[in-house]
T-cell receptor
Framework: GQQVMQIPQYQHVQEGEDFTTYCNSS?????IQWYKQRPGGHPVFLIQLVKSGEVKKQKRLTFQFGEAKKNSSLHITATQTTDVGTYFC????????????????FGQGTILTVHP | DAGVIQSPRHEVTEMGQEVTLRCKPISGHDYLFWYRQTMMRGLELLIYFNNNVPIDDSGMPEDRFSAKMPNASFSTLKIQPSEPRDSAVYFC??????????????FGPGTRLTVT
């Protein structure tokens, strides 16, 4: 079945440093989504990428979708303590049909700690 | 809108007991998802419904787990009998669509289940 791998599993940074998490899928994706989960909270949708090579920005966050639509990354510039949490990528396989249509497979997540 | 509502927020039960988790999706959302989150296995999709009909239950661990959606505003996930390895946070999520540029899933606050 489809697998989505995320690295690193943990990242500790000093406030002001940059942060990047990477996501790789075993299959070509039709779309990839990113979610953030604060400690003790629930996943909250950040963004969706659907086009090959797509780049989207949200303030200090930059999201990329690979040309082959099998990988993605999230980069945070100048981290702040409010960025603390777990960042998940989740993708739908381009070959998904029938009961798999629209199903998201989540990566294991990257836990970000920001030291003030 | 109140968002996705889940109850109870916390449940502690003894092994062998029946557990019922409840979810009210966002009004107008045709898709409802049940996820389980553990440190070891991450965020796993258990089952999802479209217009109250179960579409894919391939993630349901075993026969001890069952899910129903009797109407558009209510779903249950039942575990009978419960076992300590069922301890996890169970999230319900809903979405109006599962494709296209506006696809995102809205997660509830989760139910933290502890089976002793």
């Amino acid at each position: 079945g489809q697998q989505v791998m995320q690295i690193p599993q943990y990242q500790h940074v000093q406030e002001g440093e940059d942060f990047t998490t990477y996501c790789n899928s075993s299959t070509t994706l039709s779309n990839i989504q990113w979610y953030k989960q604060r400690p003790g909270g629930h996943p909250v949708f950040l963004i969706q990428l659907v086009k090959s090579g797509e780049v989207k920005k949200q303030k200090r966050l930059t999201f990329q979708f690979g040309e082959a639509k099998k990988n993605s990354s999230l980069h945070i510039t100048a981290t702040q303590t409010t960025d603390v949490g777990t960042y998940f990528c989740a993708g739908s396989s381009i070959n998904a049909g029938g009961t798999s249509y629209g199903k998201l497979t989540f990566g294991q997540g990257t836990i970000l700690t920001v030291h003030p | 809108d109140a968002g996705v509502i889940q109850s109870p927020r916390h449940e502690v039960t003894e092994m062998g007991q029946e557990v019922t988790l409840r979810c009210k999706p966002i009004s107008g959302h045709d898709y409802l998802f049940w996820y389980r989150q553990t440190m070891m296995r991450g965020l796993e999709l258990l089952i999802y419904f479209n217009n109250n009909v179960p579409i894919d239950d391939s993630g349901m661990p075993e026969d001890r787990f069952s899910a129903k959606m009797p109407n558009a505003s209510f779903s249950t996930l039942k575990i009978q009998p419960s076992e300590p390895r069922d301890s996890a946070v169970y999230f319900c999520a809903s979405s109006p669509i599962v494709a296209g540029p506006n696809y995102e899933q809205y997660f509830g606050p989760g139910t933290r289940l502890t089976v002793t």
